[in-house]
T-cell receptor
Framework: ETGVTQTPRHLVMGMTNKKSLKCEQH?????MYWYKQSAKKPLELMFV???????ENNSVPSRFSPECPNSSHLFLHLHTLQPEDSALYLC?????????????FGNGTRLTVT | DQQVKQNSPSLSVQEGRISILNCDYT??????FLWYKKYPAEGPTFLIS?????DKNEDGRFTVFLNKSAKHLSLHIVPSQPGDSAVYFC??????????????FGKGTKLSVKP
């Protein structure tokens, strides 16, 4: 398998649930990202990992907890979410975090919080 | 306040004609610009980029133009094909000393190419 793979594709969870989103990249990249896309809003960067170290956290609430066990895998752990957290969550990777390294995105997880 | 703006949420073009997608930015420190294309139920895919030292970059049917004085860039698709129907995102970053963590996206323009 090639590219960036995200699972699950769709997730419905209650506000008291705990769930995790998974991302795997098969491109040999060193940087991985979580983005959030809400309706009628631009893509918002949530977290950046470079060589498994978190290098950026864009003031994301603590109910979102990322984990990067190695350079190929990235998780987003979710707990006690709010309905306004319903959105498309996109994982991406790039060769490095340099500004000219294009991002390669997965197909996203469509999250609905009820 | 949005730093990267795509003021047209949608655009409809006839097959074979030119599609022009526009993007404006406010931060004069941006020096690298990218266009991504997104089909429904898929993630965005990188299309073409341009650095601020250039005013034009061409790749097949796709050309990006940059007007730094106007803080404006545009993506031209010639000729447009029905398979080009997608949402197009403009993004800007800091090439020198910047990172993909500084990549700022516009809201996107939905292009429909009619046969």
């Amino acid at each position: 398998e090639t590219g960036v793979t995200q699972t699950p594709r769709h997730l419905v969870m209650g506000m008291t649930n705990k769930k995790s989103l998974k991302c795997e990249q098969h491109l040999g990249h060193n940087a991985m990202y979580w983005y959030k896309q809400s309706a009628k809003k631009p893509l918002e960067l949530m977290f950046v990992y470079s060589l498994e170290e978190r290098v950026e956290n864009n003031s994301v609430p603590s109910r979102f907890s990322p984990e990067c066990p190695n350079s190929s895998h990235l998780f987003l752990h979710l707990h006690t979410l709010q309905p306004e957290d319903s959105a498309l969550y996109l994982c991406a990777s790039s060769q490095d975090t340099g500004g000219n390294s294009p991002l390669h995105f997965g197909n996203g997880t469509r999250l609905t919080v009820t | 306040d949005q730093q990267v703006k795509q003021n047209s949420p949608s655009l409809s073009v006839q097959e074979g004609r030119i599609s022009i997608l526009n993007c404006d930015y406010t931060n004069s420190m941006f020096d690298y610009f990218l266009w991504y294309k997104k089909y429904p139920a898929e993630g965005p895919t990188f299309l073409i980029s341009i650095s601020s030292i250039k005013d034009k970059n061409e790749d097949g049917r796709f050309t990006v133009f940059l007007n730094k004085s106007a803080k404006h860039l545009s993506l031209h698709i010639v000729p447009s094909q029905p398979g080009d129907s997608a949402v197009y995102f403009c993004a800007a970053s800091l090439y020198y000393g910047g990172s993909q963590g500084n990549l700022i996206f516009g809201k996107g323009t939905k292009l429909s190419v009619k046969p």
